[in-house]
């Protein structure tokens, strides 16, 4: 059989023995062999570092987040071939299709999430400017930056294309190169995926590089600056997190270990409402799919003790429609565990908790299958216990990991919160309530040993994406057993592999560093910025507009117009009564409307629409008869990367006569990059 290979150091290698046998999960024959013998570990991780890393930092957030755009477009189109080989993992369509279509879909999050929420810069600013001395010449601010090393990603067998992409994903848009190390069972599905990749010469050299095999002596050479992120297991996960180069180097270590995640009835959802019948089509989904091999999956299924025998009967009625067998065979809902070795362990495991609980469906030992071998394939009936006792030890201790869940009765608020808490912290949980009381107490309850929580109810249920499905945007990790770390979360993932830095220095200095204009630093005056285009517009060009006088029959117009008769810019006694004001005082909004007028230069131009105000604050109230002056200053350009223009966001002050700001706000607008 073919020995899957390594793409390292910029090119396919193959490992120097005969490697070992990897099974296709249904029918048991031989698909490919793996090994990592005789690749340089070492040498892969120099040439992330001196070729990836280099290639990723030269390029802008927004040059990288189309990228990903383009690589999850090119994955699409190829994702049949995925598919197919997903089949031979024991995985049905829809397993196929929560993996290949999950983890294209993050590359695509990703990629707009680099367009819209960072800046066209290799630079990240983080947080507003940090005054450190009184006359204002010494400030810092936060800011963020790859780091020079390698993303080392060592994946679970369970999701061989979402695993790598998930992670790869924030990695790349942060500037950071990845080397995937996928599990062994089905790395031939990953090795597919990261040809796909490799074959698009759409990434620079050096991003991804992929080791099929042992990770070997791969941990003794990560430095400083290299990262470590794991799947799997959480005795594994202590393993790693150990390893002498790990904590010598003090190296960012993000572990996703096996949970056992919950899922919370409550007491309002009786046989016959929507949530009753939501909560149990949930539990059975997340014992079914991908055969219940779900770092999410449900393990835990806590029910009001009066409902447990409903529970019980229900959910065993719909588990008896889920046909198992072949999963490229019509009508087949759930196809096989990985290998026949992760069969063994749930066996195991199961043994272990009916100790303490009896089955109410399925036995671990027979199983009914269509178009297969149920000995050969690594087949295994759904099995859903119920423990009487929520208190002993094993259902929070133990993880079945395949088609398997434990029903948990409770009795009040108080004992589920505790309960959830005897898991020791896990990935994602889930509260089926119509009771939003029920379910705020339960959220706060549980939430310090969750990295995330769903509540369903019949208002969210039609566009819910489940309880076992981690999002781009949401952090994906969870406390304690669960591994301790955060994977995804937006922007958050990103930022995990950048370093923050505070830089304390003058003004002129802090901008040129952060490439946004900083109070204080230099501003050029000459001619009107609104007649610059993107080319030649640069940061610090400035206006300065006014002054303007504001009237009483200017205030008492605006009230009139506008309807806003607050009694602030309408009853002279009112206004003076409160000591806010003192007298009548102008509407903040006619303040801003008479700055723009102020500064908007009429003619077409470069300038080509305003879209808006952010950080908009009215800091002095102005009276009939002050002057108004306006400081427009070019604070941050941006051009984008496929269009012919780019954002501009203005510094506006808007000063009294005696010099005291009265507004403060960010105007942004759209300046084209060519004056036409």
Request: proline share 6%; with cysteine; charged share 20%.
């Amino acid at each position: 059989m073919a020995l899957l290979r390594s793409y390292v150091s910029g090119k396919w290698q193959t490992a120097t023995d005969e490697g070992a046998p990897l099974h296709d999960a249904v029918t048991g024959e031989e698909v490919a062999r793996i090994s990592s013998a005789g690749i340089d570990m070492a040498a892969a991780l120099d040439y992330g570092r001196n070729v990836g890393g280099p290639a990723l930092h030269d390029l802008t957030f927004h040059q990288r987040a189309p990228l990903l755009k383009a690589l999850a477009s090119h994955l699409r189109e190829h994702r049949d071939e995925l598919y197919a080989l997903s089949a031979r993992t024991g995985a049905t369509l829809g397993d196929a299709k929560f993996d290949v279509d999950g983890g294209i879909g993050v590359l695509f999050a990703y990629g707009s999430k680099g367009r819209r929420e960072l800046p066209n810069d290799t630079v990240y600013v983080e947080g507003a400017v940090e005054p450190l001395s009184r006359g204002g010449t010494f400030v810092a601010q936060h800011i963020a930056t790859p780091l020079r090393g390698v993303a080392v990603q060592i994946n679970a067998f369970n999701f061989p294309v979402w695993g790598p992409l998930e992670k790869f994903a924030p990695a790349f848009l942060a500037g950071v190169p990845s080397l995937v190390k996928p599990a062994s069972q089905t790395a031939y599905l990953t090795e597919k995926l990261v040809e796909l990749i490799i074959g698009s010469g759409l990434l620079p050299e050096g991003t991804l590089q992929f080791v099929a095999g042992s990770v070997g002596d791969l941990l003794d050479h990560v430095t400083e600056q290299d990262l470590v992120s794991f799947t799997g297991s959480a005795s594994t996960a202590r393993k790693l997190r150990a390893h002498p180069a790990i904590v010598r180097n003090a190296v960012r270590f993000n572990a996703e270990a096996d949970s056992l995640n919950l899922s919370i009835l409550g007491p309002d959802a009786k046989p016959g409402t929507p949530e009753f019948d939501l909560y149990v089509k949930q539990l059975v989904t997340e014992m079914t799919v991908k055969a219940g091999q779900k770092c999410t999956a449900i393990r835990r299924a806590f029910v009001p003790a009066e409902l447990l025998d409903d529970v019980a009967q229900a959910a065993s009625e719909r588990l008896a429609k889920v046909v198992v067998g072949n999963p490229s065979s019509e009508g087949v809902r759930m196809g096989a565990l990985a290998s026949l070795e992760q069969r063994e362990e749930v066996r195991r495991s199961l043994k272990a908790l009916l100790d303490t609980a009896s089955a109410v469906y399925g036995d671990p030992d027979r199983v009914d299958v269509v178009d297969a071998d149920a000995e050969r394939g690594a087949f295994i009936s759904p099995v859903l216990l119920r423990a009487e006792d929520p208190e002993r030890a094993e259902p929070h201790e133990v993880e079945a990991f395949g088609p398997v869940a434990t029903l948990l009765p409770y009795n009040s608020t108080e004992q589920v919160v505790e309960l959830a808490a005897r898991g020791q912290g896990s990935l994602a949980g889930s509260i089926v309530t119509g009771d939003a009381e029920f379910a705020r107490e339960v959220v706060l309850g549980v939430a310090p040993w969750h990295g995330r929580l769903l509540v369903l109810d019949t208002d969210d249920a039609k566009e819910s994406t489940g309880h076992g499905s981690p999002m781009p945007g949401l952090v994906h990790g969870g406390p304690g057993r669960a591994g301790g770390g955060e994977e995804m979360g937006g922007i958050r993932g990103v930022l995990h592999h950048m370093q923050r830095t505070a830089v304390q220095a003058s003004p002129k200095v802090l901008s040129a560093v952060t490439g946004r204009w900083v109070p204080g630093a230099p501003r050029t005056e000459g001619t009107h910025p609104f007649r610059k285009s993107l080319a030649e517009l640069k940061i610090g060009d400035t206006v300065v507009a006014g002054p303007r006088t504001v009237t009483q029959e200017d205030i008492d117009h605006f009230a009139e117009f506008t309807g806003d008769k607050f009694y602030a810019h309408t009853d002279p006694e009112a206004a003076a009564a409160n000591e806010l004001f003192g007298g009548i005082v102008a509407h903040g909004y006619l303040v801003v409307s008479f700055a723009a007028g102020l500064f908007v230069a009429p003619e077409p131009g470069p300038v080509l629409a305003n879209y808006g105000l952010e950080n908009l604050r009215f800091l002095t109230p102005v009276k009939p008869g002050d002057a108004l002056t306006v400081t427009l200053t070019a604070k941050q350009i941006t051009p984008r990367v496929d269009k012919d223009y780019g954002e501009v966001r203005w510094d506006a002050d808007v000063t009294n006569a005696e010099g005291e700001s009265v507004a403060k706000y960010d105007v942004l607008t759209l300046v084209a990059k060519e004056k036409s």
